[in-house]
């Protein structure tokens, strides 16, 4: 029987290695999951390479994993949303590499890296600065900007149901970067406000299909602030 | 006191939530249009629901609608700018790869965005105001800008320090070259085209010599129909 409901927070992070590429799901804190983040500090590895929209909020959740010096760079569209305090710091004195991706280009990095396809041609960000350094060509007229896939060792997911295949659906927008996120990395571990049996889940409904994740843990944490 | 000071003096600028509703007119029904975060979000509020005009947001929502009322909050919906807002009826929600392949794929009728500077040649620059900028956020900016259809920028005339922000050249970092199609300002509504600025409405008792003045690019009056390229796309949805 496949069963891929973890119990506890230890077996949920068990084998996080330090200088992993961990990719964190969430806009904001809207589908970010904190309850696993709070276990990657607790589980302690360091080195880390965060993949994630934003650099955080206050002194919780992603920007409490900042503060504690265990994260070499973070890769990420908007550094600055509301309150980065931590991140603000780090950056000042230099503790915190930082690559700012657009965030089309952030999600399709992703998607590609999940599904095979090392590198891929776009027109974001063609003749800017964040296209310094980059391989250029024409097609039918138009310049395009080689980009590569960005995988992940480990990505931390939120869900709000999921079963014991790990078949998954989303709340509204916390959908956001989730599902790509869920493909893209070695080893795939959610946080589900609601676990079901199998069969529950309306085979249509399913976005995230079982065969991405490894790990699953119930957090009916209720409902998210918005920061 | 000059005539051109004396008409920029007596000419009554455009609030924000004017500027909004005045952009807002102009969207036909049936468009697919973004607004990027900040001030262009009002837009929404301007666009009678009978007008049925579809409003996407990055973060994986279609069909957004305006905010919701305190007391029937949905706490998982937000919109790119991370206010609160609210799902119409037919709306529908996207993972981040397909809400900006949907952008990048030129699937959007209209973005409107907010800029620091736009240029005469339609370049704009909305994410970091200096090549030095500490930890500048591009956001959904660049794919926004190089993806959709039109790109319109909504943005006060001038800086805090009163300098105009449509400009020969853009002096501050570009987010995309050649981009932008049409600019309103909280005095005058422009369009960019091959031969630089046209003014297609200027708010009332302005002058185009007092706009010039306080424009650095060449300024003329618009003389091409009125959107043509939106009544032609109206009748195309039908």
Redesign the interface.
Known sequence: MIDKIVHTMAEAMDGIRDGSVVLIGGFGSIGQPNALIDGLIEQGAKDLTVVTNNSGVGRVGLARLLDTGRVRKIVCSFPRTADPVVFEELWREGRIELEVVPQGTMAERMRAAGAGIPAFFTATAVGTKLAEGKEQREFSGRRYILEEALAGDVALIEAWEADRWGNLTYRSSARNFNPVMATAAKLIIVQAQHIVELGALDPEKIVTPGIYVNRVLHVPYGEPKVT | MNADVKALAACKPLTRVEMAARVARDIPEGWYVNLGIGAPLQVVDHVPAEREVIFH?????LGMGPAPEPDNI???????G?Q?VT?RTGGS?????D???L??GGHLDLCVLGAFQVAENGDIANW?TS?ND??????????LA??TKRLWVLMEHLTKSGESRLVGRCTY?????GVVKRVYTNLAVLDVTADGFAVREMVNGLTLDALQDVTDAPLRMANETLFPDAAQHAVMRR
């Open positions: 947001s990055e973060n994986g929502v949905n706490r998982w919906l937000i919109n790119a991370k609160y799902l929600y996207l993972h981040h790869a809400s900006f392949a952008i990048r970091a090549d500490n930890a500048p956020a591009v956001g959904g900016a660049m794919d190089a993806g970092p570009l987010t995309a070259l």
